[in-house]
């Protein structure tokens, strides 16, 4: 079964100041997507970022992009000059590639807090 | 449109008392997902249809929980003897057949908690 796992339960950084998540994922597969939510507080989930594992190119929105080694099972997002709005927390999530991979499997969150 | 919708935002039950929750996918969206969040971790798998068939299962599904998709349309989720250990926001999300892996479009959440 597929794990994911963020070590950083809590992080925070100053506005405008860059910040970075990790997230590593245990898998036997090799094809596979992996996405990067945010959920606000008493908000929906949103996407913010996902990469296809067959693709080399690390996947970048804007701000937030990804750091993918696909070798060593690591998914980190960086966002760049943070913003009060980007308070949140950010759960990594996996998902198989093969028809009928239709679950996500999230990790256990990270809480992002923004000082002004 | 105006994405996913989940009722009622709360619920507060008494254990033992059984409760009902809704989700209305976005129209268009044949695949709905069902998902369990406890305070501070993260959101796990319940349950999955496409149309109105159930195809997937987890074991956290225990007989106690059942869910349904009628007609394909909305979905149903009911706890029947509401145990402590139920107490979570459940999360109903939806996405298109085609897209691949984008479109997971998710709702706010029902919130219960059993006292």
């Known amino acids: 079964a597929q794990t994911v796992t963020q070590s950083q339960p809590e992080m925070s950084v100053q506005e405008a100041e860059t910040v970075t998540l990790s997230c590593t994922y245990d898998?036997?597969?090799?094809?596979?997507?992996l996405f990067w939510y945010k959920q606000p507080p008493s908000r929906q989930m949103i996407l913010v970022i996902r990469?296809?594992?067959?693709?080399?190119q690390n996947a970048t929105e804007n701000r937030f992009s990804v750091n993918f080694q696909k070798a060593a099972k690591s998914f980190s997002l960086k966002i760049s000059d943070s913003q009060l709005g980007d308070a949140a927390m950010y759960f990594c999530a996996y998902r198989g590639y093969r028809q009928g991979a239709q679950k996500l499997v999230f990790g256990q969150g990270t809480r992002l807090t923004i000082n002004p | 449109d105006t994405g996913v919708s989940q009722n009622p935002r709360h619920k507060i039950t008494k254990r033992g008392q059984n409760v009902t929750f809704r989700c209305d996918p976005i129209s268009e969206h044949n695949r709905l997902y069902w998902y369990r969040q406890t305070l501070g971790q993260g959101p796990e798998f319940l349950t999955y249809?496409?149309?109105?068939?159930?195809?997937?299962k987890s074991r956290l599904l225990s007989d106690r929980f059942s869910a349904e998709r009628p007609k394909g349309s909305f979905s149903t989720l009911e706890i029947q003897r509401t145990e402590q250990g139920d107490s979570a926001m459940y999360l109903c999300?939806?996405?298109?057949?085609?897209?691949?892996?984008?479109?997971?479009?998710f709702g706010s959440g029902t919130r219960l908690t059993v006292v």
């Open positions: 999300a939806s996405r298109p057949s085609q897209g691949g892996a984008l479109g997971y479009t």
């Open positions: 990469q296809e594992a067959y693709k080399q």
């Open positions: 249809f496409q149309n109105e068939a159930q195809l997937e």
């Open positions: 898998t036997s597969e090799s094809d596979y997507y």
